[in-house]
């Protein structure tokens, strides 16, 4: 499988507005949390899952979404090619990253909120969960 966006919309009236992604199934969700990283550390990296899914959606501000590819999880290669998507308030999708990729989630404005949505149950995390120093893929651009 390989990442995707999941484009939702916008409607707006004199009520005011609703976002949404209609595309996106939560059959597989089996927890969320809300990311809002320090004025000081504007970038969280890098973690690398083998077995857990995320899914992200940027609820304030905006974020970008940087992922690579694991090719050795003892070792991975430091010439892994970094991708990036860039989300938004005001651009309602989700960023889906499946199983097998490591990723870092930068801030771009103060109080940016980003919610993440994973596929592994809490009980499993430990044993999945792979971190990397965050210099280990070079996101300077």
Known sequence: ????VIQGGNFSDHR???SYVNDFSFSDI???YIITNS????????????LDSKNFYCVKGSFKIHFVKID??????KDLTIE???VSEFDSKIVHIPAGYANAVESLEKDSKLISFSTLP????????????????????
């Open 16 to 18: 005011g507005t609703i």
């Open 30 to 32: 089996e927890r969320f």
């Open 72 to 77: 050795n999880w003892e070792n991975p290669s």
């Open 39 to 50: 004025e000081e550390n504007p970038i969280r990296a890098w973690q690398g899952h083998k």
């Open 84 to 86: 990036t998507v860039e």
């Open 122 to 141: 809490l009980s499993n995390v430990k044993e999945d969960d792979a971190r990397y120093p965050s210099d280990y893929w070079s996101l300077n651009e």
């Open 1 to 4: 499988m390989s990442p995707e």
